[in-house]
């Protein structure tokens, strides 16, 4: 059974750091790029970060440039993401999703954390 279930989220105050996880299970997680998702009330979901399956290459939203951090850990079948200097504008439910590379066009999505910015 494939499963994806992050964790982390939680309140912070604007400037805080939060790091969200995304451990993966019931698929070859080395074969899947992964990627980080948001969607805030009434709008679009929309992609924060992804990342290549060995991790050599990241790119980013240009909202979390310079602030974001995506990484992985194979071993771990795990996905993080840091959060540094977060905004208010961050308040947002974050989903994590395992995306095949071609021939294999296989996506899995998880429950997704909430993540709420403010004083």
């Not at 996880?21 to 980080?36: D, E, I, K, L, V």
């Not at 990342?51 to 795990?78: E, H, L, P, Q």
């Not at 996905?79 to 395992?98: F, G, I, N």
Request: charged share 20%; net charge positive; proline share 3%.
């Amino acid at each position: 059974q494939v499963q994806l279930e992050e964790s982390g989220g939680g309140l912070v105050q604007p400037g805080g750091s939060l790091r969200l996880s995304c451990a993966a299970s019931g698929f070859t997680f080395r074969n899947y790029a992964m990627g980080w998702y948001r969607q805030a009330p009434g709008k679009e979901r929309e992609l924060v970060a992804h990342i290549t399956r060995t991790g050599t290459s990241t790119n980013y939203a240009d909202s979390v440039k310079g602030r974001f951090t995506i990484s992985r850990d194979n071993a771990k079948n795990t996905v993080y993401l840091q959060m540094r200097s977060l905004k208010p504008e961050d308040t947002a439910v974050y989903y994590c999703k395992a995306q095949g590379v071609v021939p294999n066009s296989a996506q899995y999505w998880g429950q997704g954390t909430q993540v709420t910015v403010s004083s």
